[in-house]
């Protein structure tokens, strides 16, 4: 095992609480902070992914994993969640649960659409509520909030989604605002599409030049964990960040929405 980066294990250690940390971008994101020397609170709904994961971080990094099997879509999952973390030196919170629907707006029901919304906004501005004073209250600490490219304009088929992740970002640096002054780092971490089984579910096809393969979500997280403290927005990836640049200062709107949503249509053209 490597010793922590003192600077990133005296401003964020002792503890992280990671929600949505099961698989994926979230489990990624718990091997990189145990592999900083944080003690970890895995918070997801399943339970057997939970605690394989802290198994293998506990003998990997001999870092003390606490796993809590909740559905933080529920006000009693985020309770739980938050109650995990009570007596610990909690430094870290990261908000990466979410839920990804493909598929037109109108053919969801309204539970989805309410569970979406529950999931990926409510949670983690919930979380944050609950946690952030204790980071506040030590004068140090740090935010991460798993935002999306998705979420710099809307698209097609997944207009709920990325609406949820504009919410995040902007949450994230209006937070980042706030809360710097009182020795709290917030940022917004805003992938394009990354290898994961949530990305995967749906069978998404290759979109060709319009949309950029899927990221190692490794990579991701190392890329994120190092922009913490730099600032209140990260889009992990040279030709993402390129991408989004060019999307956000220098399309029209309107040509900028049209071209994700043929993005999306073309790799979920069996959903259309």
């Keep these: 095992m490597h010793p922590p980066p003192p600077a990133f294990h005296a401003r964020y250690g002792r503890v992280a609480l990671v929600a949505g940390g099961s698989e994926g971008l979230g489990a990624e994101l718990a091997r990189g902070l145990a592999a900083r020397g944080l003690d970890l609170v895995l918070a997801a709904r399943r339970a057997e992914p939970l605690s394989a994961l802290g198994a293998e971080l506990a003998r990997a990094h001999g870092v003390s994993v606490r796993s809590v099997a909740a559905d933080l879509a529920e006000p009693d999952g985020v309770a739980a969640a938050v109650a995990a973390t009570e007596g610990l030196e909690l430094g870290l919170v990261v908000c990466n649960a979410a839920l990804a629907p493909v598929g037109r707006f109108l053919a969801e029901p309204a539970a989805r659409h309410e569970r979406v919304l529950a999931l990926n906004c409510r949670a983690p501005a919930l979380l944050i509520h609950a946690l952030a004073p204790r980071l506040v209250a030590r004068g140090r600490g740090g935010v991460v909030v798993c935002s999306a490219r998705a979420g710099h304009r809307g698209t097609a088929l997944v207009a709920h989604y990325a609406a949820t992740k504009a919410y995040l970002r902007v949450l994230a640096e209006g937070l980042w605002q706030e809360l710097r002054p009182h ?90």
Aim: charged share 20%.
């Design 183 to 272: 020795g709290v780092d917030v940022l917004a971490c805003c992938p394009g599409p990354v290898e994961t089984p949530t990305f995967r579910k749906d069978e998404p096809a290759t979109a060709g030049w319009l949309s950029l393969p899927p990221m190692d979500p490794a990579a991701v997280a190392e890329q994120t964990l190092r922009a913490l403290g730099r600032g209140p927005v990260v889009v992990p990836g040279l030709r993402p960040a390129l991408a989004s640049a060019l999307v956000t200062r220098l399309l029209p709107r309107r040509l900028a929405i049209a071209l994700a949503s043929a993005g999306t249509r073309a790799m979920y053209a069996r959903r259309t």
